[in-house]
Structure formats: C-alpha cells, structure tokens
C-alpha cells in the first residue's frame, strides 16, 4: 500500500526499506467496513446529536468501518445544495474517515427538481431519500413520491423511502396521547409494524410504476423484510438496509422502568416489541433478502432526550451503531453459521459500494482500490457497554451484549489507524468521495425493463355511433373543505352519504335531534315470543 492505495497483492513481494510490515497470521483481512447510513451532527429543533461528524466517524473506525455515507436533511424552505455545501463543510473540517451524502427531499416543487439534477451533474450524489412519514414536516404524497421516483429514475440515481404511514402514526399518537400514555412506550404503540410494512409495499408499487429503484432504509420489523423478500422474488428492483439496531436488539425496552433508558431506544420506525424479529432480519440477511446493513447512527443524550420527557412524539429520535455494526453482524450471522466470511463482507461493504457505485475504489482488495482495511480477529470477544464505546452519550443500547469477533487493525487511507486497541485518528482528514449517476448494479435491470415496458395502444378505427348526453355535477365537498377552494360561496348543505355510517365513538347519533316518539310494546317480539326477556 502507497498514497492510500494497494499497489500490489500476491506473495513474497518486494519490500522497500522502512516499510512497516503487519503479520497478518490467523485473522482474516477484508475491505473496510461502509456505513451506508448515518445521521451525524444531525439538527433537530435547535438541538444538534450527541456525536459530530469527528466523534461519529472516530466510533466507526473503532469498529472496522472506514466509510459512511450521511444523509442531508434541509430544513424545508431551505434550498437542497445550500444544505449540501452545510454538511460538506461540517464534513470537511471533523470526518477522520472518508464520507459521502445521500440528500434527503423534505418537500418538493419544480425548483427542487433542478437542484436534484445540479446535486447528481456537479456535486457526485446519487441518491435522494423521501419520507412517507413526519406528517406535517417532511412528508410527501404518493402523487409527489411518484414524481420524484420519475425525476430519480430519469437522474440515474437511487430513491430511498423512509418507510411509515405518516397520517395514521399521527392519528395513532393524539389517540395515545389522550389516553394519558406518554412515556416512550408510546412511541412504538403509535407506530405498530404493519404502518411500516404498508408503506414499503406502498413505495414498492410507486417504484415499479415509475420504473425506479428503490432502496428501503431502516428496516426494523419482520413483515416490512417479508414485504421487501416478496417483491425481490417477483423481480422488483428493490433494497433492504437493516440496521444494528434491528439485527441486534429488540423494542422490549420501550417499557423498562427506567425513563431515560427505554427514551435511548428511541427511533423511527421503532425497534419491534417481538424479540424473536433481530434472528429473523439476520436470516433475511444472510439469505440475500436483505442486502446491505447500516447504523442509522444518530443518539442523543438524555438532557437532550427529556425533551420528550411528558410526551414521547416530542423525544428527539436516533440510537447508536456505527461502531457496534460489523461486530454484531459477525456474532450473530458467522458464529451461528448463517453466512460465511465472504457474505458478511458483502453484506458490510461490497453490496452498499455496488448499489452506490463507489465499486471497485472500496469494498473491495484489489490493486487500485483504496487501501481501507481491516484485519479481522474472528475469535476476539468483547462487552458491549457506555463505559467503554467511543461515542459521547451515557447509554449504549446493546449494553451488556458479549460479541465474538472485531477488528484488531483498521486502514484508512493507508493509515493505521487501529492498533493494539488504540485509535489514532486525525480530525478532518476524511475526503469526500463524489459518485457517479447509474451504477451498472442497479440500472442493468432498470434500462432492460424501459426498454420493454414501452406502451403501445390497439390500432382500430374511429367510434362513429350515437354517444350519450351526461351532465357533469361538481363533486360534493364537506363544507371544511370546500371553504379552501371558495371561501365566498358556501354551498348548501350536502346530500348525506349513505356509505358513511352514523356510528359514533362517543356515542352521539346522526338523528339524535329527531325527536323520539313514545315507546311501544312488542307484542310479537322479532324470532317469536322466546325472545331474551321471557328466558328464565
């Protein structure tokens, strides 16, 4: 290695005077690890997350990985590139690894369709994320989903979906919240599993229509990983991103006694109450159904957490996992035999630098690629715990949790930068890795399908019988509504449907102001005289 670089692999090579040399005998080296999503130096409401990009990108190398990929989220109103030029400066100066942003689109508009295309031709991004969530805040709707998948597709880049029904999690949290429930088992009982399978099967039939891949980030329950399985097995162009958190713990933590404890898992979609879900998405892992494997890495402290303390919609959301990643994956997929050596690193690396075409320059050892390393001690154990993680918060969400398996030297940029379980890291020397538009991993199948997929209408002669007279009557609108479009004329009062049911919680019916007229005695009671009040 030289100048960040291999420049040559095989045996008994030549070895230039006053080059260190690192016996390697019994452990296993592999590509540096790629983080395909973290969410460091993350603002939210004035607040910034515990770890900046210097403590984050410090932790990540402490665990083998020597490669993340942020997200930029702009405040809506807020021009895409000008948050971009935000993180890359906060990037630039603290990142001790090589980084690169995927760019999240919190509300959309024809002007921030150019700034996509300008992100993808000028700045190397090629990935854009869309939130089905957050109603109110970053939320899109289909039809907007369906326009940006469309501009996506067009860009040669790769659409990821935050994946939750925003409109019935925000029913579901007034509905909690009334019920005097404000804890952070709120949290995961306003978001059950099902509103996140619905909208990743949701952003999997716009991406078909669209012809557009996707790539579903965080996925943190079984019947979203089965949603993404299935349309794998129909041929949809689709990926799933599960996270340390859900291939290594669980949501039974929400209601711990503790508040400041069960607040620290805290995240969205949230950890599954169903403890059996981590071995499940490990399987789905190592399968293939799964595909590359993130942190969401985005913790805060408790001081910062307590926000939330009276109600759990307001606790900032994020847990820990960058540096806690590879280890867990290697305990719970290799030691248990699910996978083999060559998956976990296709599973930690290979597969995200294919999807986001930064292959072969990383997640790969060949001559050319970047000299980012990691000598892997399969048989290593440690103790997960706060006490001892390089990150800045007081809880550890995997705390107590013994792992087989850890890096014992990391390499980054040709640098050792884990050694004898000391880092040495330099703040600020990560580069920014630029990626191009169209990675041949994805669009192969996409280009094939556009190719095919052209519509074509019956050729037939023109209608020339009689053709029906209809009037067209404007849709009926409730009056909340209506007083949008006119708020001159208000209409008269609606013809009631009767598909609405007259049904209501409190008990108040639709014909409560119609006078009762007075009681009569049955004599023949409906199915005979043996009805209920004569039963003795």
Not at 199 to 214: D, E, G, H, I
Not at 444 to 461: D, H, M, Y
Not at 470 to 480: E, F, G, H, N, R
């Amino acid at each position: 290695m030289e100048d960040g670089v291999i420049k040559q692999i095989g045996e008994n090579l030549i070895v230039p005077g006053g080059v260190k040399t690192i016996d390697a005998h019994g452990r296993m080296l592999m590509p540096g690890g790629i983080d395909v999503h973290t969410r460091f130096q993350m603002p939210d409401r004035g607040m910034t997350s515990a770890d900046d990009f210097y403590q984050g990108t410090k932790a990540a190398l402490g665990g083998g990985t020597t490669m993340i990929i942020d997200h930029v989220v702009p405040e809506p109103g807020i021009s895409l590139i000008s948050a971009f030029e935000q993180w890359r400066e906060w990037a630039d100066s603290k990142s001790c690894c090589d980084y690169s942003l995927h760019v999240d689109i919190t509300e959309w508009h024809k002007g921030i369709q150019e700034e996509m295309e300008a992100l993808v031709k000028d700045h190397g991004v090629n990935s854009f994320l869309v939130y089905l969530a957050y109603k109110d805040i970053f939320q899109l709707t289909d039809a907007q989903v369906y326009e940006v998948f469309s501009v996506i597709r067009d860009l040669g880049a790769i659409a990821q979906v935050h994946a939750e029904n925003g409109d019935i999690v925000a029913e579901e949290q007034r509905r909690i919240l009334e019920q005097g429930i404000t804890g952070p088992e709120g949290h995961v009982l306003s978001r059950p599993e099902e509103v996140e399978a619905e909208a990743v099967n949701r952003s999997v039939t716009v991406a078909n229509q669209t012809n557009c891949p996707l790539y579903v980030t965080k996925v943190m329950s079984k019947s979203a990983a089965d949603v993404i399985a299935q349309a794998r097995k129909k041929g949809t162009v689709v990926y799933g991103e599960p996270i340390t958190a859900s291939l290594g713990t669980d949501g039974s933590h929400y209601w711990s006694k503790n508040w400041a404890k069960a607040a620290a898992y805290v995240t969205s979609p949230p950890l599954s109450p169903d403890p059996t879900t981590p071995d499940y998405l490990n399987s789905l892992l190592s399968c293939g159904d799964l595909q590359v494997t993130g942190s969401a890495h985005c913790p805060f402290n408790t001081a910062q957490r307590a926000v939330g303390k009276d109600d759990f919609s307001l606790i900032p959301e994020g847990v820990n996992g960058t540096e806690e990643r590879m280890s867990i994956i290697w305990d719970k997929c290799v030691v248990t035999g699910k996978m083999d050596e060559n998956q976990f690193v296709a599973v930690t690396s290979t597969n995200a630098a294919k999807v986001f075409n930064l292959y072969p320059r990383k997640g790969r050892i060949a001559v050319g690629s970047d000299a980012d390393l990691v000598l892997w001690d399969p048989d290593v154990t440690k103790i997960i715990s706060a006490k001892s993680h390089n990150s800045t918060v007081e809880y550890n969400i995997f705390e107590g949790m013994e792992v087989r398996g850890g890096p014992l030297v990391v390499i980054s940029q040709g640098k050792i930068v884990l050694e004898d379980g000391n880092l040495h890291t330099t703040e600020g020397s990560g580069r920014y890795v630029a990626r191009k538009p169209f990675p041949d991993y994805v669009y192969k199948r996409i280009k094939a399908r556009s190719r095919l997929a052209e519509l074509r209408g019956v050729p037939r002669g023109l209608y020339d019988g009689p053709v029906c007279e209809v009037s067209v009557t404007p849709k009926a609108m409730t009056p909340a509504s209506s007083a949008k479009t006119s708020p001159a004329k208000q209409p008269n009062q609606p013809v009631r449907n009767l598909h609405q049911s007259g049904f209501s919680l409190s008990g108040a019916q639709i014909d409560d102001n119609v006078p009762r007229r007075n009681t009569q005695r049955i004599v023949a009671p409906p199915g005979g005289r043996a009805n209920i009040t004569s039963l003795g």
